[in-house]
Nanobody, 124 residues
Framework: QVQLVESGGGLVQTGGSLRLSCAAS????????MAWFRQAPGKEREFVAA????????DYTDSVKGRFTISRDNAKNTEYLQMNSLKPEDTALYYC?????????????????WGQGTQVTVSS
């Protein structure tokens, strides 16, 4: 069984930075793609960024391109999301997810395992 635990969320001012981490247990981590999703109050959960199993390929939603960077350390079973130039509209509960394939994908149905989420709040 795989467990995902996010950390690193918090309260930050507009323009600030945060680094989210997702620690995974289980042997699937290095074989599967991973992603970050987020859900703002009153809105549906949305795709943020994804990374291939090897880490060589990434994908970002347009609103975070140039500001967020997804990465992973397979030796540590950990995924990261570096968030810079944060905006109030980035405020959300951020989830990490483990895919059922090695590739990047934006579809939530492609992800078998989810963390509990870490809250990111950006004040104006």
């Amino acid at each position: 069984q795989v467990q995902l635990v996010e950390s690193g969320g918090g309260l930050v001012q507009t323009g600030g930075s945060l680094r989210l981490s997702c620690a995974a247990s289980g042997r699937l981590f290095s074989r599967n793609g991973m992603a970050w999703f987020r859900q703002a109050p009153g809105k549906e959960r949305e795709f943020v960024a994804a990374i291939t199993a090897s880490g060589s390929g990434t994908d970002y939603t347009d609103s975070v391109k140039g500001r967020f960077t997804i990465s992973r350390d397979n030796a540590k079973n950990t995924e990261y999301l570096q968030m810079n130039s944060l905006k109030p509209e980035d405020t959300a509960l951020y989830y990490c997810a483990l895919a059922s394939t090695p590739w990047v994908t934006r579809g939530q149905s492609s992800y078998d395992y989810w963390g509990q989420g870490t809250q990111v709040t950006v004040s104006s």
